[in-house]
């Protein structure tokens, strides 16, 4: 069956990309975190509209920067880690006695660095999933979707996302046309010059869009009863505080252990219910809503088992999800990698995006 070329609705992409996330965020093993970078640019390049900037390639430079950071941090300073395979010996430079457990320079041994670089890949995995969640779903069209309750934040978030583009484009502008004119461009004293017309074409942006949105209704008072008000604030409160102590657990093993998902289900629970509660005296109507079809469930359900499955392992300690600093290929369990290559297929049953004109 031929499928009609559109956009996927942001919503799945923006899930299949924390559920890969989280499996990234449970292991430590290079080969299936670079799985998992592998199967983020494998369906950023086959489903991303071309009308959009890929955005997956500043997290990746990003994740490079961090590796490369996190190493040579780990060179200078040491992260506490103790091997037997010396590599080469950096100048020492002595400390007070007050800083003794802190050093400068050094042995670097190549399990110390192999630690250092399996942490900071597993955080530029987990960078690469929000990525090409960004690539494939602009937040901007994620922010159409929030609930009544969060119109006000989402209608300034929309603002800022905007607008925040638009002033790189002013200053490119302004710093070509004082070219022109003769001055070199250069200097600190250049860019206080530059941001008076920056800021000036700002505001008067500002204006022109806020007398827009007030000629079409933004801005309407919302009639809610006090009760309402604080049962969806106590809500709001008691679900946050879920969400983040079962995000906590589910990125800690040590912390929260199985406890994790329990926590994140409840919380994202109650914070669902007091959306509802908020909206319940706040009603919008959509405009060319985006289908939620066969094909978003199935990139959610595999982006959510990718997740389910590293959980299940990092709870059962699964041989190979956290593997020793040694110079060898670590082992790799092979349910995770069914999981990850699973999470891959949105790059072949998802509708293509439309074609750029």
Known sequence: MVRRERLQHPAAWWLWGLGLATAASRTTNPVLLLLVIGVCVLVVSERRDPATANMLVPFLVIGLVIIAFRVALTMIL???????????????????????NVRIGGLVTLESLLYAVYEALRLAAILACLGAANALASPRRLLRYLPATLYDVGTAVVVGLTFAPQLLADAR?????RTLRGHDGRGLGELARLTVPILETA??????????????????????TAGGRRLASVLALVGLLGILGG???????????????????VGGLLAAASLVVGASRDRRSGYRRDPWTWTESLTVLVGAL??????????????????????????VPLPAV????????????????????
């Open 78 to 100: 040491g992260n506490g880690i103790v091997g037997d395979t010396e590599l080469f010996t950096l100048p020492r430079i002595p400390l007070p006695d007050w800083a003794a």
């Open 173 to 177: 502008t302004v710093r070509a046309a």
């Open 247 to 265: 995000l906590y657990g589910l990125l800690d093993a040590s912390a929260g252990g199985v406890l994790g998902l329990p926590l994140l289900i």
């Open 203 to 224: 505001f008067e942006r500002s204006l022109g869009l806020a007398a827009s949105m007030e000629s079409r209704g933004y801005g309407r008072a919302v009639t809610m």
């Open 306 to 331: 990718a997740g389910a499955v590293m959980v299940t392992g990092s709870a059962a300690g699964w041989n190979g999800l956290t593997p020793s600093q040694e110079a060898q290929l670590p082992a």
């Open 338 to 357: 069914l999981a990850l290559l699973l999470a891959a297929t949105p790059a072949v049953f998802t509708p293509r995006p439309r074609r750029a004109t």
